[in-house]
Nanobody, 119 residues
Framework: QVQLVESGGGLVQAGGSLRLSCAASGIIFSINAMGWYRQAPGNEHEFVAAISSSGNPYYADSVKGRFTISRDNAKRTLYLQMNSLKPEDTAMYFC?????????????WGQGTQVTVSS
């Protein structure tokens, strides 16, 4: 059974930074592409960033140059370093297995971690 546990969210002022983590179990983490998605109230899940099994990153235009996705296969953990945060980055952030061909998630969601950016 796949389990994804996100952590690292919080309240930060605009321009600040946060580092999110996603601990995975129940999957062979090293062979799977993974991604970060976010959901603001009333909106659908939005693609943020993804990373291939070999470490190639992909980003949504809205976060390119500000966010960095990475992974530690030995720790089965996915990361998202978020710098220069903006109020519009406020959302619940989730990690998920990801289809790189379409940048879409599949499988189960974790509980997410809330990121709130104040202006």
């Amino acid at each position: 059974q796949v389990q994804l546990v996100e952590s690292g969210g919080g309240l930060v002022q605009a321009g600040g930074s946060l580092r999110l983590s996603c601990a995975a179990s129940g999957i062979i983490f090293s062979i799977n592409a993974m991604g970060w998605y976010r959901q603001a109230p009333g909106n659908e899940h939005e693609f943020v960033a993804a990373i291939s099994s070999s470490g190639n990153p992909y980003y949504a235009d809205s976060v390119k140059g500000r966010f960095t996705i990475s992974r530690d296969n030995a720790k089965r953990t996915l990361y998202l370093q978020m710098n220069s945060l903006k109020p519009e980055d406020t959302a619940m952030y989730f990690c998920a297995l990801t289809r790189l061909a379409s940048m879409t998630p599949f499988g189960s969601w974790g509980q997410g971690t809330q990121v709130t950016v104040s202006s």
